[in-house]
């Protein structure tokens, strides 16, 4: 039932910075606040890797590779999730998922390519 559409991807530049947008649909604004969001990545030929997650409280946590570059953060109100990408490499070059789980329900969204390369 819930629908969630990731958007803000591109082509950088290495040391560059993108934001993603993740925005839900179909859920109200109750539900949605205590759910967890996360963002996963998943390059060509490789399996699909967490990012971060965030919590409807704001707890946070991310992968090794990205912390103190990456930050994920949730408005609520809009049900939107976002992950601010900074200093990014070309390592990080993927497609950029969006996850909901709430109790036993999980849902994906489609998709956003990021590229980094000179």
């Known amino acids: 039932q819930v629908q969630l559409v990731e958007s803000g991807g591109g082509l950088v530049q290495p040391g560059g910075s993108l934001k993603l947008s993740c925005a839900a649909s179909g859920i109200i604004f109750s539900i949605f606040s205590f759910s967890v969001m996360g963002w996963y990545r998943q390059a060509p030929g490789k399996q699909r890797e967490l990012v971060a997650t965030?919590?409807?409280?704001?707890?946070?946590n991310y992968t090794d590779s990205v912390k103190g570059r990456f930050t994920i953060s949730r408005d609520n109100a809009k049900r939107t999730v976002y992950l601010q990408m900074n200093s990014l490499k070309p390592e990080d070059t993927a497609v950029y998922y969006c996850?909901?789980?709430?109790?036993?329900?999980?849902?994906w969204g489609q998709g956003t390519q990021v590229t980094v390369s000179s």
């Open positions: 996850n909901y789980k709430k109790d036993y329900r999980t849902t």
């Open positions: 965030i919590s409807g409280l704001g707890s946070t």
